[in-house]
């Protein structure tokens, strides 16, 4: 993040806190409770926003060099991501040709040749078909050109990775991001480095999910005991960028910055910074040096159960054990506080919501990342309706 944008958020930071306020929206939000629950609204955001838009679905970092691959699955589709020789990110339908086997599994560099188990039919990179075994005269008149890999819109910009599973129409990564692409281009995630990956089912909508990472109001009362000791609720600062959100979230010794002048400002190790991607992605970069993507998609059908991946990034690979164990007691804290406090918590929610008995819930003034993503939802919906 460019140093100026980081003293102008410290700057607002501090005139809030000197004010006794956070940043607050025009208004509070009510939002109706169905919309965690209803399937048929879940169909819609699954047709319209998650098969309909352009997702980010890795960090450049996941396929560092050329024959690098990536296996994922994005809104219940199995997806390929596959760096070729000419070094451009390709993505595909992670389905054989033959009889619906996937063809990769995990990440890793698998070759010339991807193949699946089943009955070993081979394709190359560019998801062309290599051979079939055993099959001589078993497939004709069928032609070979006609049987590989059934391609996805994807591309690369800014050290993301994003596709479109429902369109052939190419994406523009720099017009999906809205103004966001620069400032996350200077993180280079494309220099970082995968460290681990953790995944999870929960029983609660994927939007509540999401929505724990879209206020900071919680941070002192459900994480008394984990975040609270070292972070700030309040005061917040946040900025949109068309629909998307850029958060920071203090730790309580930013005031020692005080004591020095503003050429000096930094805004790590004293905040931490949460991109939200619209309409289900996460980046987080927390104090402690690392960064997190996580993903929030909806059992495919199913409202009340959400698949949650996280992956986690390192600015460069463990020198010793030492460091090893550093960013391990990272990935268990994040464990902690994320998967065993917030999204209990959010499934506590869902529970309650199921019942059907509470009509609305509420979001106040200081939760102004969680309206402009709700409100930039039914935005969305309600004009892809008017296009259908």
């Given at each position: 993040?460019?140093?100026?944008?980081?003293?102008?958020?410290?700057?607002?930071?501090?005139?809030?806190?000197?004010?006794?306020?956070?940043?607050?929206?025009?208004?509070?939000?009510?939002?109706?409770a169905?919309?965690?629950?209803?399937?048929?609204?879940?169909?819609?955001?699954?047709?319209?926003?998650?098969?309909?838009?352009?997702?980010?679905?890795a960090?450049?970092?996941?396929?560092?060099?050329?024959?690098?691959?990536?296996?994922?699955e994005?809104?219940?589709?199995?997806?390929?991501?596959?760096?070729?020789?000419?070094?451009e990110?390709?993505?595909?339908?992670?389905?054989?040709?033959?009889?619906?086997?996937?063809?990769?599994?995990?990440?890793?560099?698998?070759?010339?040749?991807?193949?699946?188990?089943?009955?070993?039919?081979?394709?190359?990179?560019?998801?062309?078909?290599?051979?079939?075994?055993?099959?001589?005269?078993?497939?004709?008149?069928?032609?070979?050109?006609?049987?590989?890999?059934?391609?996805?819109?994807?591309?690369?910009?800014?050290?993301?990775?994003l596709?479109?599973?429902?369109?052939?129409?190419?994406?523009?990564?720099?017009?999906?991001?809205?103004?966001?692409?620069?400032?996350?281009?200077?993180?280079?995630?494309?220099?970082?480095?995968f460290?681990?990956?953790?995944?999870?089912?929960?029983?609660?909508?994927?939007?509540?999910?999401?929505?724990?990472?879209?206020?900071?109001?919680?941070?002192?009362?459900?994480?008394?005991?984990?975040?609270?000791?070292?972070?700030?609720?309040?005061?917040f600062?946040?900025?949109?960028?068309?629909?998307?959100?850029?958060?920071?979230?203090?730790?309580?010794?930013?005031?020692?910055?005080?004591?020095?002048?503003?050429?000096?400002?930094?805004?790590?190790?004293?905040?931490?910074?949460?991109?939200?991607?619209?309409?289900?992605?996460?980046?987080?970069?927390?104090?402690?040096?690392?960064?997190?993507?996580?993903?929030?998609?909806?059992?495919?059908?199913?409202?009340?159960?959400?698949?949650?991946?996280?992956?986690?990034?390192?600015?460069?690979?463990?020198?010793?054990?030492d460091?090893?164990?550093?960013?391990?007691?990272?990935?268990?804290?994040?464990?902690?506080?994320?998967?065993?406090?917030?999204?209990?918590?959010?499934?506590?929610?869902?529970?309650?919501?199921r019942?059907?008995?509470?009509?609305?819930?509420?979001?106040?003034?200081?939760?102004?990342?969680?309206?402009?993503?709700?409100?930039?939802?039914?935005?969305?919906l309600a004009?892809?309706?008017?296009?259908?």
């Amino acid at each position: 993040m460019n140093v100026d944008i980081q003293r102008e958020l410290l700057r607002r930071f501090f005139a809030l806190r000197e004010a006794r306020t956070t940043t607050l929206a025009a208004s509070p939000y009510r939002q109706q409770a169905s919309v965690y629950t209803d399937p048929e609204r879940l169909e819609r955001e699954e047709r319209l926003l998650l098969r309909g838009r352009a997702l980010v679905v890795a960090l450049s970092a996941d396929l560092p060099g050329t024959g690098d691959c990536l296996a994922c699955e994005v809104a219940g589709v199995p997806l390929l991501l596959v760096r070729g020789e000419d070094a451009e990110v390709r993505a595909f339908l992670n389905i054989c040709r033959h009889r619906g086997g996937r063809v990769f599994t995990g990440r890793g560099r698998p070759g010339r040749a991807l193949k699946c188990p089943y009955h070993s039919w081979a394709y190359d990179l560019n998801g062309d078909l290599l051979g079939q075994p055993l099959a001589r005269d078993a497939f004709e008149p069928l032609e070979r050109t006609d049987l590989g890999l059934c391609p996805v819109s994807a591309a690369e910009r800014f050290g993301l990775i994003l596709v479109r599973l429902g369109s052939p129409e190419p994406v523009d990564v720099a017009e999906e991001l809205a103004g966001l692409g620069p400032e996350v281009a200077d993180w280079g995630f494309e220099r970082w480095h995968f460290f681990t990956q953790r995944e999870g089912r929960f029983e609660a909508n994927w939007k509540l999910i999401r929505d724990t990472f879209l206020e900071s109001y919680h941070v002192f009362s459900l994480h008394r005991d984990t975040l609270a000791p070292d972070m700030l609720s309040t005061p917040f600062v946040g900025d949109s960028f068309g629909p998307h959100h850029r958060g920071v979230v203090m730790r309580k010794e930013v005031v020692t910055l005080l004591e020095r002048p503003e050429s000096e400002w930094k805004l790590k190790p004293y905040g931490s910074i949460v991109y939200i991607l619209f309409p289900n992605a996460v980046i987080n970069l927390p104090m402690s040096g690392h960064a997190e993507l996580w993903e929030m998609y909806p059992e495919p059908g199913d409202p009340h159960r959400t698949r949650v991946s996280v992956r986690f990034y390192i600015p460069r690979e463990p020198a010793d054990e030492d460091q090893r164990a550093f960013w391990e007691a990272n990935v268990r804290f994040t464990g902690r506080v994320v998967f065993e406090e917030d999204f209990s918590q959010q499934q506590d929610i869902h529970r309650s919501l199921r019942t059907g008995l509470m009509p609305e819930v509420v979001y106040g003034r200081n939760e102004p990342a969680l309206i402009h993503h709700h409100s930039e939802m039914e935005r969305a919906l309600a004009s892809a309706d008017a296009l259908a």
